[in-house]
């Protein structure tokens, strides 16, 4: 395992927003949705690609809130530039299922 020290974990923008879009992403490769992801007033909101259609439904999705990484640089995703990355775990299978907190947090709160 690579190891990196704390001033490069606190480069990541890791933070929570809730998803108020989701839609099929019928011109992607594998099964996703398109997302909208509310950050709250300092960051906004973002679109992002999730690869997570074997576990949960588009209605499901609307409100529930998601950890991102919001500094990537925005990423070309067929016709769609996705500009956060949408954090899940894989399981043995490859199903996603999304990283989430367990209790309601303000939009844009950062991971500590």
């Not at 020290?5 to 398109?34: C, H, M």
């Not at 007033?41 to 409100?63: C, D, F, H, R």
């Not at 996603?96 to 709160?109: E, F, Y």
């Amino acid at each position: 395992m690579n190891t990196i020290s704390w001033d490069d974990f606190q480069k990541v923008e890791l933070l929570v927003g809730t998803i108020i879009e989701a839609s099929n992403f019928s011109e992607a490769r594998k099964p996703a949705y398109k997302l909208m992801v509310d950050f709250g007033e300092k960051v906004g909101v973002k679109k992002s690609s999730a690869q997570i259609t074997a576990l949960y439904t588009p209605e499901e999705l609307i409100g529930k809130q998601v950890l991102a990484v919001v500094n990537f640089p925005p990423k070309q995703i067929g016709p769609m530039m996705s500009e956060c990355l949408v954090t899940g775990l894989h399981r043995d299978n490859g199903d996603v299922v999304l990283a989430v907190p367990d209790r309601q947090i303000p939009n844009g709160a950062r991971l500590a």
